[in-house]
């Protein structure tokens, strides 16, 4: 995860472990005070595929859900590079997951917004049990950490925060069957953006 507190047209982020063929990339995309779309690709896979967005509340920018199903191996990693149509304040929070399906895996995805400690986004359409479930953020300001929470019953791991965690991503390896929210508990108030997302097995 990351979020550098200057504008940058560019920002790269190394996966250093291996990337096995088929693996699902996934991840929580930002650009702030730009116009357009944030642009996402890394060096094995070429472009990445764009999923559900939110803008900004205030300000323009764009937040997205970027994906990769069925990668190519990578056996030494890869860096995967988000671009802006201008300078902007950019934040991703990435993860690699394997045994996810290889075609059309997104199975169902919320975004929005909210401005409490409290992060409750969605809930998803019903999905099966055993589905990969995340829930990703990206904050406005910098709260300083932020607490996993749980859908329907089963608990998120935190996977990856930035150090001042406006840039995180949690997970659920397998789901109870149902409806899936994306809960967590920042450390402080902040505006947010989160997405929940349900992937096929």
């Given at each position: ?26 991840g ?10 944030v ?33 190519k ?15 902007a ?36 359409a019903?999905?099966?049990s055993?589905?990969?479930?995340i ?27 930035n ?39």
């Amino acid at each position: 995860a990351a979020s550098p507190g200057s504008r940058q047209t560019s920002l790269t982020l190394t996966l250093s472990q291996p990337v096995a063929a088929g693996d699902l990339l996934v991840g929580w995309y930002g650009q702030y005070n730009a116009p357009g779309q944030v642009q996402v690709s890394d060096n094995v896979n070429g472009t990445w595929t764009r999923g559900q967005s939110e803008p900004f509340t205030s300000g323009t920018g764009d937040i997205a859900l970027e994906y990769v199903a069925n990668s190519k191996a990578a056996p030494k990693g890869l860096t995967i590079t988000v671009k802006a149509s201008a300078a902007a304040y950019l934040q991703e929070a990435i993860a690699d997951f394997r045994g996810v399906a290889t075609v059309a895996p997104l199975a169902s995805a919320v975004v929005g917004h909210g401005s409490t400690t409290a992060i409750s986004m969605g809930p998803t359409a019903s999905v099966p049990s055993n589905d990969l479930l995340i829930g990703a953020t990206i904050t406005a300001g910098q709260p300083g950490s932020i607490l996993a929470g749980a859908s329907q019953g089963v608990p998120y791991v935190v996977d990856v925060q930035n150090g001042s965690a406006s840039a995180s991503l949690e997970d659920i390896l397998a789901t109870a069957a149902g409806p899936q929210t994306a809960t967590a508990t920042l450390g402080a108030a902040s505006t947010s953006y989160t997405v929940v997302a349900a992937f096929k097995p």
